[in-house]
T-cell receptor, first 109, second 115 residues
Framework: SQKIEQNSEALNIQEGKTATLTCNYT??????LQWYRQDPGRGPVFLLL?????KEKRKERLKVTFDTTLKQSLFHITASQPADSATYLC????????FGPGTSLSVIP | NAGVTQTPKFQVLKTGQSMTLQCAQD?????MYWYRQDPGMGLRLIYY???????DKGEVPNGYNVSRLNKREFSLRLESAAPSQTSVYFC??????????????FGDGTRLSIL
């Protein structure tokens, strides 16, 4: 069956550093992959979409890579800030977008 | 600009009771979804509706029914609530049919406890 895995442990980093979150998938060949941010008590909010023919996508301090050979996407937040603390979800698609379990990121001042 | 609105925000039920979770979107989206989110499990799709008048099962449909009342509204019904259905329920909508690359827009959830 299709499986999505993200960093199993919470990620704690110092303010100003780059945070790197991992999304791995198996038994699946997604045409694209979405990343969402979820704050406590709120619904997920869409951040970025990257297609299989795009190796890298950037939006302000965010960068996403998509390696279809490794079946992996990396999500980077550069110059991280305490306001970036949240849970980040990856969601490969199409064919009924499936969400990963999420990675909790804490940026320490 | 409300986006996706879910009601109620919180609910406590007794085992065996029934209830309907309401969801409405004002973005003229065709597709709507119901998920449940449990600790360590991530978001799991219960049912989705690719367009008005159609509904399909997701990963965990047992114990639930849905109604796509019109383009704006998509409700989720628990006919006989069980403690295993204690969860946070999210409704979402997206711009085109299921499987498109349109991002999903989520409501802020209904926190449901079943005693």
């Amino acid at each position: 069956s299709q499986k999505i895995e993200q960093n199993s442990e919470a990620l704690n980093i110092q303010e100003g550093k780059t945070a790197t979150l991992t999304c791995n998938y198996t038994n699946y060949s997604p045409a694209y992959l979405q990343w969402y941010r979820q704050d406590p008590g709120r619904g997920p909010v869409f951040l970025l979409l990257i297609r299989e023919n795009e190796k890298e996508k950037r939006k302000e301090r965010l960068k996403v890579t998509f390696d279809t050979t490794l079946k992996q996407s990396l999500f980077h937040i550069t110059a991280s800030q305490p306001a970036d603390s949240a849970t980040y979800l990856c969601a490969p698609g199409p064919d009924k977008v499936i969400f990963g379990p999420g990675t909790s990121l804490s940026v320490i001042p | 600009n409300a986006g996706v609105t879910q009601t109620p925000k919180f609910q406590v039920l007794k085992t065996g009771q029934s209830m309907t979770l309401q969801c409405a979107q004002d973005m003229n989206h065709n597709s709507m979804y119901w998920y449940r989110q449990d600790p360590g499990m991530g978001l799991r799709l219960i049912y989705y509706s690719a367009s008005e008048g159609t509904t399909d099962k997701g990963e965990v449909p047992n114990g639930y029914n849905v109604s796509r009342l019109n383009k704006r509204e998509f409700s989720l019904r628990l006919e006989s609530a069980a403690p295993s259905q204690t969860s946070v329920y999210f409704c979402a909508s997206s711009g085109t049919g299921s499987g498109s690359n349109q991002p999903q827009h989520f409501g802020d959830g209904t926190r449901l406890s079943i005693l």
